[in-house]
Structure formats: structure tokens, C-alpha cells
């Protein structure tokens, strides 16, 4: 059973860090791409970033290029998004999801399952 579990949100000032965490199970993340996802309120769910696996390959939305790095420790089946120089405009609920290939894709279609989720608040 694939299982993904989101952890690190919290509330931050303009400026700050965080570090967020997606612990896979059922699913090894050395075959099958995992993304970052977010959706602000009465806003469209956008991806922010993914990691593709075999090669490697990171995509960043281009509104978090230069702020936001994805990674992924593979014997920890876990693949971190750091946040930094967060701004009020990145608040949003941030998912990660397995995607159904080893490569990234713009569509939430290419992508079989979702975590929870977690809230990202940025104060002004």
C-alpha cells in the first residue's frame, strides 16, 4: 500500500525557512518520480517542484526558483522540499504525491497518489 506522510509545516515571518518532510512507504522512490504540490485558498492546486527518479532531474515552478530546493535521501525513502526567503504569497496547503512514472510530469494525472498534506503560513 503506497502511503505518503507530510510533516514540517508550521507558521513563519517573510524571510524564513522551513524544511519540508514526505516519508514514502509501499513504493521505492528510486523508480517512480515524487513532487511537491500546493494550493492556496480559492486558488488551483499548482506543483512546486519534483524530483525524477533514476536521473535525478529537479523541476521548480518558476515563482520558488533560487528559494526552494528539493532533495531526496533515498535510504530514508524520504524526499525533503527546503523553503527559504518564504514569502506570504507561498501560504498554502503543501502536498507531495507519487508520481506513476520515473520521470516528472506538469500533469496531476501522471501522479497515482497524495499525502495529506501539510500548512505552510508566511506572515507579512
Known amino acids: 500500500q503506497v502511503q505518503l506522510v507530510e510533516s514540517g509545516g508550521g507558521l513563519v515571518h517573510t524571510g524564513g525557512s522551513l524544511r519540508l518532510s514526505c516519508a514514502a512507504s509501499?513504493?521505492?522512490?528510486?523508480?517512480?518520480?515524487i513532487a511537491w504540490f500546493r494550493q492556496a485558498p480559492g486558488k488551483e492546486r499548482e506543483e512546486v517542484s519534483c524530483f525524477s527518479a533514476t536521473d535525478g532531474k529537479t523541476y521548480y515552478n518558476d515563482s520558488v526558483k533560487g528559494r526552494f530546493t528539493i532533495s531526496r535521501d533515498s535510504a530514508k525513502n524520504t524526499v525533503y522540499l527546503q523553503m527559504n526567503n518564504l514569502r506570504p504569497e507561498d501560504t498554502a496547503v503543501y502536498s507531495c504525491a507519487a508520481g506513476r512514472y520515473y520521470y516528472c510530469s506538469e500533469f496531476d494525472i501522471d501522479f497515482r497518489s497524495w499525502g495529506q498534506g501539510t500548512q505552510v503560513t508566511v506572515s507579512s
Open positions: 509501499g513504493f521505492s522512490l528510486d523508480y517512480f518520480a
